[in-house]
């Protein structure tokens, strides 16, 4: 846990196909791909303290995490892949079962959240950000 405190990382802003991309062309995909990416890469802290709660909290996104500034590509990838890893492990999930009415509220500054495709359920998001403190940065 101490060697992340301090670490950044590259993160994109790219569909799926495309991040796959420049998965398989390595640290140069993004001089490959320039052309499919939405915004430049967002540089933020692997670990970031919950204004709120003082808590500290990893900040990774295994659908968006580039690479991990100051290490080289192939150590980035490993330590990547154990985070995503880590991240992703069922005793941190909460499995929301919706039904008709069904609302569900999370705090995103602590919360990384994805759906589980359903190709039969039907629903309606509305997405509300609420003022307050700004994300983490360098």
Do not use: Y
């Amino acid at each position: 846990q101490e060697f992340l405190l301090g670490k950044s990382a590259l993160n994109l802003s790219m569909d799926l196909m495309t991040r796959d991309l420049f998965m398989k062309a390595g640290p140069e995909g993004p001089g490959k791909f320039a052309r499919f990416i939405k915004a430049p890469p967002s540089e933020h802290p692997l670990v970031h303290t919950h204004p709120d709660t003082g808590r500290r909290a990893l900040f990774v996104d295994p659908l968006r995490i580039w690479s991990i500034t100051g290490l080289h590509w192939d150590e980035s990838q490993a330590l990547i892949s154990l985070l995503s890893n880590h991240v992703n492990k069922p005793e941190f999930q909460c499995r929301c079962h919706w039904r008709p009415g069904t609302v569900a509220v999370w705090d995103n500054r602590c919360t990384l959240h994805k759906r589980v495709d359903d190709p039969v359920a039907k629903r309606t998001i509305h997405r509300l950000p609420i003022a307050g403190t700004t994300p983490p940065a360098l």
